[in-house]
């Protein structure tokens, strides 16, 4: 069983930058590929990022590309989303989730423990 709390969404203005972070508990973090998934209102799920177990391998929406940045610490049991440049069109509430197995995938009903999520809005 894994717990994820998300932290550090707030109200920014276009441009700014924020970083959320996600707090796992567990012995087995490091054995899990995380990802970052966001709702915006009236929208479905989207893909935003995934990170492997190791944290060698990384993958990103193209919307994303070059603006956000996914890492981790096993050592702390977090995994980080680093969001530059952000645009009004980022404004959702995103949720971290946990896949227990080697790849690191973007169908959000592959991964298997989901956070509560943290409010993202910015305004332009």
């Known amino acids: 069983q894994v717990q994820l709390v998300e932290s550090g969404g707030g109200l920014v203005q276009a441009g700014d930058s924020l970083r959320l972070s996600c707090a796992a508990s567990?012995?087995?973090?490091?054995?899990?590929?995380m990802g970052w998934f966001r709702q915006a209102p009236g929208k479905e799920h989207e893909f935003v990022a995934s990170i492997s177990w190791s944290g060698l391998t990384t993958n990103y929406v193209d919307s994303v590309k070059g603006r956000f940045t996914i890492s981790r610490d096993n050592a702390k049991n977090t995994v980080y989303l680093q969001m530059n440049a952000l645009k009004p069109e980022d404004t959702a509430v995103y949720y971290c989730a946990a896949y227990n197995g080697r790849r690191w995938p973007q169908n959000e009903y592959e991964y298997d423990y989901w956070g509560q999520g943290t409010q993202v809005t910015v305004s332009s």
């Open positions: 567990g012995r087995t973090f490091s054995s899990y590929a």
